[in-house]
């Protein structure tokens, strides 16, 4: 399963089918977690100093196919474009991601389309669940971390980071009072900390930091805009 594919199951009511964040703010975050991804699998990477193009921009590493839809449109759209900072990047990929991702998550059998009509006129798609085993499996391992306090892997840091950008968690964990300033605070530690494991190297720490702040600061834009 992509982070992408995960934040949205997480954000979207498995019985109406609604998304449960704000339009702008969710396919931001979306878009982080494509980038996350493609980092992940060695794809992109954060230029470093010495190197030719100038260093903190979003570079293409490997341009080989992932075999993921989703993944390899967003890699192209990415390897299209001149060296740039996350931050300069995310807007250029949410066009159409939503649907994508939904599509995906379709074709896993985990959610269904269904059309309405808005004022009679419109045509607006909702996707409630259709097998939500995952979905819970993922909320409550996030749970354990930021309620419980166990230790995060790897994936549930950078989905709890994404989460954490857009001001989501509490919203996912279902929690409210004292619990919810828990889980802000939890939250914010992880999204902030080093990356859990031994094994994840300076580049993956540093465009995984890269990424992260480029979110929170277009949700931030997006909110003192509107």
Same mark, same amino acid.
């Given at each position: 399963?992509?982070?992408?594919?995960?934040?949205?199951?997480?954000?979207?009511?498995?019985?109406s089918g609604k998304r449960q964040a704000d339009t702008t703010r969710l396919d931001l975050a979306l878009a982080g977690?494509?980038?996350?991804?493609?980092?992940?699998?060695?794809?992109?990477?954060?230029?470093?100093?010495?190197?030719?193009?100038?260093?903190?921009?979003?570079?293409?590493?490997?341009?080989?196919?992932?075999?993921?839809?989703?993944?390899?449109?967003?890699?192209?759209?990415?390897?299209?474009?001149?060296?740039?900072?996350?931050?300069?990047?995310?807007?250029?990929?949410? *066009?159409? +991601?939503?649907?994508?991702?939904?599509?995906?998550?379709?074709?896993?059998?985990? #959610?269904?389309?269904? &059309?309405?009509? /808005?004022?009679?006129?419109?045509?607006?798609?909702h996707w409630p669940a259709v097998h939500s085993a995952h979905e819970e499996k993922v909320r409550r391992a996030l749970?354990?971390?930021?309620?419980?306090?166990?230790?995060?892997?790897?994936?549930?840091?950078?989905?709890?980071s994404l989460l954490q950008s857009i001001d989501a968690l509490p919203k996912v964990l279902g929690v409210s009072g004292?619990?919810?300033?828990?889980?802000?605070?939890?939250? *914010?530690? +992880?999204?902030?900390?080093?990356?859990?494991?031994?094994?994840?190297?300076?580049? #993956?720490?540093?465009? &995984?930091?890269? /990424?992260?702040?480029?979110?929170?600061?277009?949700?931030?834009?997006?909110?003192?805009?509107?």
């Amino acid at each position: 399963m992509l982070l992408a594919e995960d934040l949205l199951l997480l954000l979207t009511d498995d019985e109406s089918g609604k998304r449960q964040a704000d339009t702008t703010r969710l396919d931001l975050a979306l878009a982080g977690a494509v980038l996350l991804d493609l980092v992940e699998l060695g794809r992109l990477d954060i230029s470093g100093a010495g190197e030719e193009v100038k260093e903190g921009r979003l570079v293409v590493r490997n341009a080989a196919a992932t075999d993921h839809p989703v993944l390899d449109l967003a890699l192209e759209r990415v390897a299209g474009r001149r060296p740039q900072k996350p931050a300069h990047i995310l807007g250029h990929l949410t *066009k159409g +991601l939503r649907s994508s991702v939904y599509e995906s998550l379709q074709s896993r059998g985990l #959610v269904d389309r269904r &059309r309405k009509q /808005v004022l009679g006129i419109f045509p607006s798609d909702h996707w409630p669940a259709v097998h939500s085993a995952h979905e819970e499996k993922v909320r409550r391992a996030l749970h354990d971390v930021l309620v419980v306090g166990r230790t995060p892997d790897q994936r549930e840091v950078l989905l709890t980071s994404l989460l954490q950008s857009i001001d989501a968690l509490p919203k996912v964990l279902g929690v409210s009072g004292a619990d919810k300033r828990l889980v802000r605070s939890r939250g *914010k530690e +992880l999204a902030e900390g080093e990356p859990a494991g031994e094994a994840v190297g300076q580049a #993956v720490m540093a465009a &995984r930091a890269a /990424v992260i702040a480029a979110v929170s600061a277009a949700v931030a834009a997006s909110s003192s805009g509107g």
